[in-house]
């Protein structure tokens, strides 16, 4: 699945737009790499995100195409 998409579906970023935003922007990183909004998202992968000052970081548990609020939080586990 597409980084910017699962971005979504996770509930990690709200809206899809706004994570094609923050990829280009260069504050998203899969395994310590920067990565743009069509990088694919494996199992396992560790994101980096930058919001201003913070990083917030976690690992993909799951991939699902659609998820409930509850089922996105199954799909990360903050590190």
Do not use: H, Q, W
């Not at 094609?20 to 069509?38: F, L, M, Q, T």
């Not at 609020?69 to 199954?74: I, L, N, Q, R």
């Amino acid at each position: 699945m597409r980084l910017d998409k699962f971005l979504k579906v996770s509930r990690v970023i709200k809206r899809r737009p706004v994570a094609n935003e923050a990829c280009d922007g260069g504050r998203v990183s899969i395994n310590g790499k920067v990565a743009k909004a069509s990088t694919e998202v494996k199992l396992g992968d560790i994101i980096e995100i930058k919001y201003g000052d913070k990083i917030v970081k976690f690992r993909v548990k799951e991939i699902n195409d659609v998820a409930t609020k509850a089922g996105a939080e199954g799909m990360i586990e903050v590190i």
